[in-house]
């Protein structure tokens, strides 16, 4: 107690800028390159091998049949017997806006968090990105380009007694490299209740073995892999979308590329300032009276569970299902587990349109019954169109984004969720063009214009931005004059 | 369907910048103005005089006088007859990390959403801030000065149909005024189940007529009487906590006050870059696994009710006890309502250090029952000393916060928790400077070194700064070199 302010006898330590020399110029160079330490031609025969040398199988079988797997007593909740992993409950949510104000599901209960996280390094002066081949049981083509790290808790915190989690030392160890990223970020609220995982991006600048089911990247070559169907898993996508702002080196061929790129500029201007911007995301939080009350799953209303699934009696939304996994390589034997298994292929789609020379995105403040908080920015329209068969209400903004002509459609490929805990969840993925008639400047409650960096910031803390709409941020981020071309050559169902 | 983006035919909205000319500086110069409408010694008279309007009284009773309050059959919860305003009810938290790995406690459940905004006003080119006079059964002395909207959603959506909430069209209607801030945060999460409130500051223009219990204050005005024991009330220190960062204008005549203005100035530097302390942040919150369960106020163990009062067996915490209010103004009568009572005095410290000439406060993580999401920073020593009197653990820092002599304690003041549901919930808030010995650079799990404007910039966002915390944020803000030499003048218990 003898020492003051001014009198300190130890060095001092460093004070440093707290926004150091951005990083956003190496990222915007990283997209930039279109090849890497592998060209993608190259890229896509080691992927096809990886596919080769996995000899995996998933097949469907009868609840019965799961090992370690039963519902419990009393409950009827679906839960592995050692306690860890996940269960599936039920949930009961009743909200006092829309037209859905009451409704029950089974839910996913897994408390813990995991980790997600992406190594980046630079090569010759360009950043790569350290990508996974990675087979999960409900991906489409089951085998999809993933983070460095999908890791759960009880994974990563037993790493000092040994683990195979490959790389984990780079995101949780004493020397891990510089963060890029490092947010709680939430999971699908519609299918997990309170799920959250730490999306990570690490650089770090000595070597790094390279593992044979590992490849390194630029950004410019995820970003070409992003116009893909199926490839890109959603992990890897949430994690993308968590990159900071950074706006593209390329010279902008049009109109609509040129007001992508001031969008993601965060020096450009907004039709909403960022603190009216939070103000009315405050707003709409507090507008929603939500209350979400886990129930034992035997207890929900409107579902039947048979021999191998449980499935709502109406025929929509999506059943539980249980899976037994063959893997034939040499780390892990087979296993079995429940999915989720949605009953058809979703939509999520952003109609945009540009405001004095900015592209700005149709955000919607959406309640999901499993999110801690209420609402969350979601796409303009998310929603799976068969489940709104024959009901008088439709997704609002729904028929302008399928009835929207090629000329309208920037960006559309088709994307898995999470194939560890969903079987063949598939949403397709639009960016479209809108104009006044179809997406008003003032638009409907709930729904407000941002540009790509306000989304950004946003993204920076946790629980703002939806799964969902972070795929759609990581399109966003991927679409430039290099990838633009991409487009012309698909074709959808 | 027939416009592009380049063929817009309606005119194109305004895009704004981000942030537009900033009000920090008119902040500023509010906080330089030691007086304004009124004088503060004018002031002191009419609050004076508006506790002598109030003829207001507050009397325990037993639970079995409340009115249209009772124990509900089987629960045992405390709960109103309307099923509004809020209940008492149970919790049984269980966490992996820390001294106290499982406790069972009573807790308030008030599921509404409040708003506490502060209006404010130009008057001769200085921002004035229209406070309250306001009564409240908890608060110490009754009178302190509040926002000038304490509403709930209950009260506020009703507005339409007339209510006495006064000035809440400037928060809530169409035509309000503009933004300065707007985010929900967490109140007292040792009291409160996910409990948040939306802390607004708007700025009007027009003419605001002045009803009597209310007047304009400018900020330097305010931040001396920051420096008064139980006078700014809890709903006012944490709207002030909102207010966007600001440095002072006054120069600085010490070292302290020197280092406290650089720290205030978001464009100075800081020991850790924004990105590493949210960061060092998300990985507190990955770290704890927290699991809050509402259960029924019967089923607590080692709390026993009596007629007068819910209590701890071993004496500790608070009790849970019933009031009769006695209203003598023309616009309110009596009320009966439970209170929480916590059983001694809190203390609420920053250790403080300057690292490279900015000073620093050391934030903690910490584990509230009732928060929303598992940790929230809080001051370096948030305990009631005498709950710890016998046990073997003390809680880490309070030595160092109790021992310090005068010449180390830089704010001192006593405030009062939320009138409206504790009684005499007190918290001695201290800064105090430290040393490397006492409050190392390197400090222990759990800890961090941030700026103020760090602070400033994280309350932008809900759930990372909890409501002792933010206090103290206003009291950093409050001092300056014009309330500095208020501090000589007190001497404490």
Redesign the interface.
Known sequence: ??????E?T?P?????????DSVADRIAASAAATAGRMTTDAFHDWFAARGRAGRFSVERIPFSQLRGWSFEPGTGNLVHASGRFFSVEGLHVTTDQGPHREWFQPIIKQ???G?LGILVKEFDGVLHFLMQAKMEPGNRNLLQLSPTVQAT?SNYTKVHKGTDVKYIQYF?GPDRGR??????QSEHGSWFFHKSN?N?IVEVTGDVPLDEDFCWLTLGQINELMHRDNLVNMDSRTVLACLPAHRPQLPAPD??LS?LARSRD?E????L????L??WF??E??RH?V?AERIPLSEVPGWTRDETRIGSDDDRWFDVVAVEVQAGNREVTGWTQPLIEPRSRGVAAFLV??????LHVLANAKVEGGF??TVELAPTVQASPDNFAGLSVDPPFLDEVLS??P??VRYDAIHSEEGGRFLHAENRYLIV?A????AP?LPPAGFQWVTVS?LSELV??G?YVNVQARTLLACLNAMSASTYDFMGTRAHD
């Open positions: 107690m003898s020492s003051t302010l001014t300190l130890l001092q330590p460093t004070v440093q800028p707290r926004e150091p408390p813990e968090v980790i808790r949780n963060i890029l990223a490092d947010v709680l730490r990570m109109a609509f007001a965060p450009t201007g907004a039709l300032t960022d603190v009216d939070l103000s405050t707003a939080r507090s009276d209350r349109r540009s405001f004095g020379g900015v801690l908080d929207a002509g000329d309208r063009e104009d006044e008639a179809e400047l306000q920076k803390h629980h």
